[in-house]
């Protein structure tokens, strides 16, 4: 069974900077596409980056283009979001997902969710 797991979220300030971690103990995230999306209470679900096997990289919302970044460490079997300049609306929960089945190691040109992600970690940006 997929388990994904999240972590490096917290509080931070306006302006502010995390780095978040999306690892798995049973797959190899690195022959997957891997995808991060957030949701904030009472709000839908956001999709913000997708990098594929091959490292590319796809942004999916435009009010984080430009302060995350999304990478992977092959070694460490870990895929990252870089978040910079944070801003209050950033305060969600953030996930990462991966779809084995129906995209493997491809990232899809639009937003539709994958199927399996982890518990979360909740980032807020509070002064």
């Known amino acids: 069974q997929l388990q994904l797991v999240e972590s490096g979220g917290g509080l931070v300030q306006p302006g502010g900077s995390l780095r978040l971690s999306c690892t798995a103990s049973?797959?190899?995230?690195?022959?997957?596409?891997v995808e991060w999306f957030r949701q904030a209470p009472e709000k839908e679900r956001e999709g913000l980056s997708c990098i594929s096997g091959s490292g590319a990289t796809l942004n999916y919302l435009d009010s984080v283009k430009g302060r995350f970044t999304i990478s992977r460490d092959s070694a460490k079997n870990t895929v990252y979001l870089q978040m910079d300049s944070l801003e209050p609306e950033d305060t969600a929960v953030y996930y990462c997902a991966v779809d084995p089945v129906r995209y493997g190691s491809m990232c899809p040109e639009i937003y539709y969710g994958m199927d399996y992600w982890g518990k979360g970690t909740l980032v807020t940006v509070s002064s």
């Open positions: 049973e797959i190899s995230l690195n022959h997957y596409a």
